[in-house]
């Protein structure tokens, strides 16, 4: 019988990115980002308090993800919880990255105790969740990340996947609502590993 099946996002699941982005921004290009909302690129602010052009955002987004990776810490419970299920269940790491950053992510993630395979993706996740059953063949899978619409793409494409909500950084908790898509929302690591284990233990 094969294993349980762990489909884990990266920013804001598994390392903080909200606090590490801010700071990049600071120090490298003097800006200012205010999360009033869930819209990073409308929320970036030059020193002059003007709004950034959204379409510098890729840019600054790239930026972050070439130089300031390693600013990027671990989740609280994140590393604990992981090394734990590895222990009976397979762990794939989907990260919305570009391809070229996706090796050092994995290098990075490997450096903080999470030493799993990393798949670089851009847009919508359904079609690669479904994709990793498919050549899994899980006895369980279970899909975690913090934004809503990457779970109603899974639940279009991969159905079967137990989708798990979480929104593990705090500026944004209040901000992102509960991902109607999503079987449950928890947005800590303790909880989230008691869960899955009785996921697990029901299979
Ligand atoms: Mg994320």
């Known amino acids: 019988m094969s294993r349980p099946l762990i489909i884990s996002d990266c920013d804001g699941v598994l ?14 290009h003097g800006l200012t980002l205010r999360m009033t909302s869930f819209a990073l690129s409308g929320n970036i602010h030059d020193a002059a ?7 510098r955002f890729p840019m600054l987004l790239d930026g972050f993800f070439t130089t300031h990776m390693p600013t ?14 590895a222990a009976d269940c397979d762990i794939v790491i989907l990260t919305n990255i570009g ?36 050549s899994f063949q899980p006895s369980l899978a279970v899909f975690i990340d913090d934004l809503p619409p990457h779970h109603s793409s899974a639940k279009k494409l991969a159905p079967a996947v ?20 999503a079987d449950a929302r928890i947005d800590d690591w303790a909880e989230a590993h008691a869960h899955i284990r009785r996921l697990i233990e029901a299979i």
């Open 15 to 28: 390392l903080n990115f909200i606090d590490p982005f801010v700071a990049y921004l600071a120090s490298e």
């Open 49 to 55: 308090g003007e709004p950034v052009d959204a379409a």
């Open 72 to 85: 990027q810490t671990p989740i609280d419970g994140a590393v604990a919880a992981l090394a734990d299920l």
């Open 99 to 134: 391809d070229r950053h996706a090796a050092t992510r994995t290098e990075e993630l490997a450096r903080l105790g999470m030493p799993y395979r990393v798949i670089g993706n851009l847009g919508p996740k359904g079609g690669p969740v479904a994709g990793l059953v498919e």
């Open 162 to 181: 137990h989708r798990l909500h979480m929104v593990a950084e705090e500026p944004l908790r209040e901000l992102i609502p509960p991902a109607p898509d």
